[in-house]
């Protein structure tokens, strides 16, 4: 009788006050879109124009009410705190490691430090040298590292520098041994691809359009080649729709020409979008030598080659999902390439290949069954396969930054123990810890404990979910609870530690939903929620609500469900399909907007993953997908939160925003319905600052409406 006389104080401490929030007023207007005889009405299309006055006051009035509401949670000031304290027991950590000329170049991060600088060593165990501190480049601007690209002969650096969170960069060319910046620089550009062999000139992406916000920014781009010395001006065009037209490329793939200096005999053009299967053409390095270069192609989209190619000898090697659903690696002739009857070198196994990577005298493939991760190690000169032996279990990775070598870097983590960083000796298939890793524990985690099930599909398909919660919770459906999910492009939601999942020591249980359209369970799993399949993505987030209702962890009222980016789609769905089954909700820089999706500066290189309304089948899909379109007047919502990064490139702030602005007009619940802006932000930031107190702020949110006593107003 005690328990349930606190079960029921807490839940009712829970419910929501019915009182009608202020939201500033939105306007709606006449607008629809009439595909294929169909109409789909959008009376807040007038939110899309970002640079209208009107439209920015109304989301400045959006952000001050929400950013003003949080300041009230208690528990969310203590939360970030809490994360950067944490993150300051983490060890360093490193980035972009690369091996050139004998100096080692690196991107390294310390605990508790806002952005990451540039390092060299002189061989693997040389003394630390601090090349490039972004912190002072620009007064005033916090500027971040986003991409290393070391010269052959290891002289220079091209240095790919942001701010905000845009993730554009401006490209700036250091001189290693004199520490300077050349005069010379770009923006806007995706970054630098590789040197050319002289060490004098490199690849880098460059386009016609400045203004990152303008529709056709990420149209027509093109690979440059810039020659040190020289004015960015003068660059000549490389490889491009314009300077190729007999290569058919569309204005919406992006193009990159580099040179793989571990087989240094082409040049290699690869042309795509977020389509996993590959299309590269490739011609003698000889032929850079003439005006115009004769490609030849090496591979097309319908070869169905995925997840990395490799060179060695005679052959090329890669990944592919030809007759094998999880996966297997194939090799080919590299002057006559014959995909379509290449040679089987490691045929499909229980678990997916993930990646592959290429030292001195192997080939490493790494798998995964959605949680644990091993290595193969493929011999080029016996032609032999053999399991490397791992000192732990987890998620797997590995890299091999000096191809002259067979020293490899493997990286291992899990959901509650921090990644630890190993050197590999490729022959004796030895690791020791790497000269880069430092352990640490962090206080309290070993009393977390992590599950991995499988709850039933709406259709009977058995669905991953992985669970954290503090050990010996009670199992009587009081426990607040966050569940998240992706479930696209076919990337595994896999075990990444996070300070952020020091929040269960709270008494809070942590869900990750594996759903279709990631590739947790290989190919098939991922095309399971790809298109017209997609509402496999949504449903499978629900089922496993369900599960963790029906099991006891927790209840309806007392859980939050969350999706960043394209898990947009899964949230917003997932809600406004089954309203009733979560007390909260965060779509984070989300796609709730599907139909209006390749209407944007981002939109046309992602219509291979999700569809285009010029196709009367995928139109559907998207209206299937679209979370804006499925809201209904009068239907009692949860809580919701909708994020947007001012500087996003990649989902533009009002597809949550017209999500939230619907929400707003509808919900009869009296539950709050928000629109966070984060201003100092895109799709993501490597400032931990700020990246800490908007995850803080999302999380005081979901907790604040099911119940959590450490974050509730006191108003």
Not at 595 to 615: A, L, S
Request: net charge negative.
């Amino acid at each position: 009788m005690k328990l349930l006389t606190c079960l029921t104080l807490s839940l009712l401490a829970a419910a929501p006050s019915h009182a009608q929030w202020s939201y500033p007023p939105t306007k709606t207007v006449d607008a629809a879109d009439t595909y294929f005889g169909v109409t789909y009405k959008d009376p807040y299309r007038w939110l899309e124009n970002l640079k209208d006055k009107n439209v920015e006051s109304w989301f400045k009035a959006q952000a001050k009410l929400t950013d003003d509401l949080l300041a009230r949670i208690p528990g969310r000031d203590a939360l970030a705190r809490e994360w950067m304290d944490l993150d300051k027991l983490h060890p360093a950590r490193y980035d972009s490691i690369t091996y050139e000329n004998g100096r080692v170049f690196y991107k390294k991060t310390l605990g508790g430090e806002n952005v990451g600088k540039l390092f060299l060593r002189e061989g693997w165990d040389g003394a630390e040298k601090l090349l490039f501190d972004p912190g002072p480049y620009k007064a005033g601007i916090t500027t971040t590292i986003v991409s290393i690209v070391p010269s052959i002969d290891g002289q220079h650096v091209v240095i790919g520098l942001s701010s905000g969170g845009a993730e554009w960069s401006e490209l700036r060319i250091l001189d290693v041994d004199r520490g300077t910046l050349l005069p010379e620089s770009t923006y806007p550009s995706y970054g630098a691809y590789t040197w050319a062999l002289d060490g004098k000139s490199f690849f880098y992406d460059a386009g016609k359009v400045t203004d990152i916000k303008s529709l056709g920014v990420e149209l027509n781009r093109k690979t440059r080649v810039h020659r040190l010395g020289t004015g960015f001006a003068e660059d000549i065009d490389f490889f491009s729709n314009e300077k190729n037209p007999e290569l058919g490329i569309e204005p919406k793939e992006i193009p990159g020409a580099y040179i793989d200096e571990s087989y240094p005999g082409y040049v290699f053009g690869q042309v795509g979008t977020v389509q996993n299967e590959m299309r590269i053409f490739y011609a003698p390095i000889s032929e850079m030598d003439h005006a115009e270069i004769k490609w030849d192609v090496l591979c097309q989209t319908s070869d169905d080659l995925v997840r990395g190619l490799q060179f060695n000898g005679d052959y090329a090697y890669a990944v592919t999902h030809a007759n094998a659903p999880k996966y297997r690696v194939v090799r080919t002739s590299v002057r006559h390439p014959d995909w379509k009857n290449a040679e089987t070198v490691i045929p499909e196994a229980q678990d997916s290949i993930q990646s592959i990577a290429k030292s001195k005298d192997y080939l490493f493939v790494v798998y995964s069954d959605g949680i644990l991760g091993r290595i193969v190690k493929y011999d080029f000169a016996t032609g032999k396969p053999s399991e490397i032996r791992l000192p732990a279990s987890g998620t797997v990775d590995i890299s091999c930054p000096d191809w002259r070598s067979n020293r490899c870097i493997v990286t291992i983590t899990s959901w509650t123990v921090p990644t630890t960083l190993y050197d590999l000796d490729g022959k004796t298939e030895t690791c020791a810890k790497s000269i880069f890793n430092t352990d640490v524990s962090y206080p309290g985690f070993e009393n977390l404990v992590t599950e991995e099930v499988e709850a039933p599909g709406h259709d009977g398909v058995m669905v991953p979910l992985s669970i954290i919660h503090l050990r010996g919770i009670p199992m009587d459906g009081g426990n607040c609870c966050i569940l998240e999910g992706y479930g696209a492009y076919g990337i595994s939601y896999t075990p990444l530690f996070r300070v952020r999942h020091s929040i269960a020591l709270r008494g809070v249980v942590l869900a990750y939903a594996h759903p279709r359209g990631g590739s947790e369970k290989g190919e098939a799993w991922y095309k399971a929620g790809y298109k017209t399949t997609k509402p496999n993505t949504w449903k499978d987030f629900i089922s496993c609500a369900e599960y963790l209702v029906r099991k006891g962890y927790t209840s309806p009222q007392r859980l939050a469900g969350t999706g960043t980016s394209a898990g947009g789609i899964l949230i917003s769905r997932a809600i406004t399909e089954r309203p009733d089954l979560f007390a909260a909700a965060v779509c984070n820089v989300g796609w709730a907007n599907a139909m209006r999706t390749e209407f944007t500066p981002n939109g046309p290189v992602n219509t291979p993953e999700f569809g285009t309304v010029k196709d009367p089948v995928e139109c559907k899909a998207l209206y299937e997908m679209d979370g804006f379109l499925h809201v209904l007047k009068g239907v009692s919502y949860p809580a919701v939160m909708g994020v947007g990064g001012w500087n996003d490139p990649r989902v533009v702030p009002w597809a949550p925003a017209k999500f939230v602005a619907a929400l707003q007009n509808a919900s009869a619940s009296g539950k709050p319905v928000l629109m966070k802006v984060n201003y100092d932000n895109g799709h993501f930031t490597e400032e931990k600052i700020v990246t800490f107190q908007n995850f803080a702020g999302q999380y005081a949110f979901m907790l604040w409406q099911t119940g959590h006593r450490d974050f509730q107003p006191a108003n």
